[in-house]
């Protein structure tokens, strides 16, 4: 993350050394945060999008532990795994400092310290943590500015995989019910490689006749067809140089999969009502909300075509197997509306934080999205309580069908492990690699499914 976009965090009881930072990184940071009580960490880091907190190890509070700021890091550990931490630490205290690095902590600096040399260090600790996952990546949407937020383990591991591809040109499949933002993945992805400042251009391919699908992916040429009035390029051709997003992929015809095939294969198209075939370069991105299982199915998808388009695969998680983000997401989407519909700044109770979590999500994130909305817009006052939450008839009739599609999912996800595992002759390592999971996030799942 660069620092420019970054929310920083100050808690120390010295006034001297909040003020001193405050005045350091206020030009270099997005936002800068103190505080002088520890106490009050945890509603700051439930109401900022804090990326990076300073925090003294010595207070002088109410809670005796021999070290107040090991008790404190441990809090904020446990309540943000996430958010970076350096310990602001006297000369004297540097045994315990160190000692801080095995509890969680980034890094730490002793007091007085250099002013250039504590920039570059966050500077270093928010490119790391950028390089490890997307906490926060802005897209744009018909909702307005939205984000990919998660701390689940499923997201973190996708986050891991996506900073591990995006820099390439992989063909990538992204997979997922509806609503569970792959339309926001792919725009991430784009805007995370190096064809960022080149064409986004997104068909919803599943929606096209055979003669739009040749027309509108390949272009055409006046009088090819009765209403071609004027020349028109394709979206290949428009996205030349940057990325092509193909949504609802596992929707088109074998007719219509033949052409594509042709078209990726020679990296060239034929405008209709030409022979001339015109060079392209892009970089594919396809998604679906067709099941693996199903989409394998070669009457209904054309094998050499999967490998084709799935270079890498992305499955997107429903909202259930996620449900730690709700509350990250559930604020997130209050602040976007609040300020969209010029609400004060709202927040939920305990009660109402309870039905978000206890609800089946058969929408996924989209349906968590319209349903804050709803709330934020009927509310009388700034805090969002059970009554306002409404959730959509429209989904309650297929919750029975999602939890037993959870199962299948759950019993795929084994059963891929298991031959990938067995392929490797049981290396970790390997496996893990091909999955594109980490060591750590494989050997979790070979304990979830008692492997």
């Not at 744009?140 to 939205?146: E, F, I, L, P």
């Not at 084994?414 to 494989?442: D, S, Y």
Request: contains cysteine; aromatic residues 6%.
């Amino acid at each position: 993350m660069i620092l420019k976009k970054a929310t920083i965090l100050i808690v120390d009881d010295d006034p001297d050394v909040l003020t001193a930072v405050k005045l350091l990184l206020k030009t270099e940071a997005q936002e800068v945060i103190t505080e002088k009580n520890p106490e009050n960490l945890n509603w700051l880091l439930q109401r900022n999008e804090v990326d990076l907190v300073l925090l003294d190890m010595n207070f002088n509070s109410a809670i005796n532990t021999g070290n107040e700021g090991l008790y404190w890091l441990s809090k904020v550990k446990a309540w943000k795994p996430n958010v970076c931490v350096i310990m602001i630490t006297a000369y004297g205290d540097i045994d315990l400092a160190v000692r801080s690095l095995k509890e969680g902590a980034n890094d730490f600096i002793v007091k007085p310290w250099h002013n250039e040399k504590l920039i570059a260090t966050i500077k270093e600790l928010l490119d790391k943590k950028e390089g490890i996952k997307i906490t926060k990546t802005a897209v744009k949407s018909t909702a307005g500015d939205t984000s990919i937020l998660g701390e689940s383990e499923v997201m973190q591991d996708i986050f891991y995989k996506v900073n591990k591809i995006a820099p390439t040109d992989a063909n990538i499949l992204l997979m997922g019910e509806n609503g569970t933002g792959k339309d926001l993945m792919a725009k991430a992805i784009h805007e995370r490689s190096l064809r960022a400042d080149k064409p986004f251009i997104k068909v919803d391919v599943g929606a096209l006749t055979d003669t739009l699908f040749e027309s509108e992916l390949f272009g055409h040429k006046k009088g090819a067809f009765t209403d071609a009035r004027e020349d028109r390029t394709g979206r290949f051709e428009d996205a030349h140089g940057g990325t092509l997003f193909l949504d609802e992929i596992g929707n088109i015809t074998l007719q219509q999969q033949a052409k594509l095939l042709t078209v990726l294969q020679n990296r060239q198209v034929t405008r209709l009502g030409t022979n001339k075939a015109v060079d392209i370069d892009i970089r594919l991105i396809c998604a679906t909300n067709v099941p693996m299982h199903e989409l394998a199915n070669e009457n209904r998808f054309r094998k050499d075509l999967i490998y084709r388009i799935n270079t890498v695969e992305i499955n997107m998680p429903p909202l259930r197997r996620r449900n730690e983000d709700i509350t990250i997401l559930a604020r997130h989407f209050a602040r976007l509306y609040a300020t969209k519909y010029l609400k004060p700044s709202m927040d939920f109770d305990a009660a109402a934080l309870q039905k978000l979590k206890s609800y089946n999500y058969p929408g996924n994130v989209r349906e968590l999205q319209y349903t804050i909305e709803r709330a934020v817009i009927m509310a009388d006052d700034n805090t969002l309580r059970p009554d306002d939450l409404i959730f959509s008839i429209l989904e309650t009739a297929t919750e029975t069908t999602v939890n037993e599609d959870n199962i299948q999912l759950s019993t795929l996800e084994k059963n891929a492990i298991l031959r990938v595992i067995e392929k490797h002759n049981g290396n970790i390592t390997r496996a893990a690699k091909e999955l594109g999971l980490t060591r750590t996030a494989l050997y979790r799942r070979l304990s979830k499914y008692d492997i």
